[in-house]
């Protein structure tokens, strides 16, 4: 019952934060608990961001650090500390909507949000709706502590494995990259943050939006023309 | 067979649990060699990444329905119990 109450709370909490209401609902009986909203808005035109429009020099920028798939499972294996755990709650407690306003206001072309396809699988298809191929330096990603640790451990998601099934001749990695950082970046996230591709210069503007809110603002890498695939290169 | 084999039948279960149950296998032993079926790729997949963390072989064979992973244990590994 307490754990109800405080998804509940939690619920209530950033329904707030978000602005939204909360109109309805309804109950399931299953073994494994679980909890989730539809979120229907009004958005002006203008304010939309698809993953259609990255261009040829553009810049990549990821707003929070991936490894929540590795975590929960370190967890149910409970080999993540309590530390672990807290940080990868603080990030996927974490609404995207300052990182959405900052992507306005710093001139975003695209954007698209890290969920169950992981890194990988979301930048492969902005890659293919923008019609543009993408670089990540593997050396700037953000990282929940203890993320390649799981990996190296073998406390892999089932998720990550069929992501890097579909994406097998989509993505090349440079011999630099080890099988651990590759896992991290194609582990499903829960609640991860945006990729975002920001023309030249709009990194430091996006930096200076996003103020002292809480977040990330990492450039991981860069848009380049479209040379078929491989679409997504990881150096 | 010797005497330090352990065999861990983590069919049908799925992931962490069988590389938890392979974990704390090859930390229970000194050396030696654990033999783990499974039924799952991804059991499989994470499997090999543990014995690779911990400096162990492994030997990986078809079986009815699944896979046979043999890991031996050297004296010194990362799996020290």
Redesign the interface.
Known sequence: LDVGRSILEGAATILTEAGASLVGGHTLDDPQLKFGLLVLGVVQQGQVLSNQDARPGDTLILTKPLGTGLTI??A???LATEVHIQAANRWMGTLNAAAARAALASGARAATDITGFGLLGHAWQMAVASNVGLVFDSENLPLLDGALEW????????GA?ANRSYLENRVKFSDRVG?PLQDVMFDPQTSGGLLICLPPGGAEVFQKSLGEIEGCCVIIGRVRAAEGEPRVIVE | MTSNEVTVDAQGL???IP??RV?QALESMRQGRVVVLVDD??AK??????A??LNCTLRCDPFPGGFRLTIEKPAKSGAEP
């Open positions: 499972n370190a149910k294996a409970e990996a190296s451990m073998g406390l892999v998601p089932a494995f099988l | 799925a992931c962490p590389v938890i974990k790729p991804v997949e994470n499997v090999t990444r543990l690779a963390h």
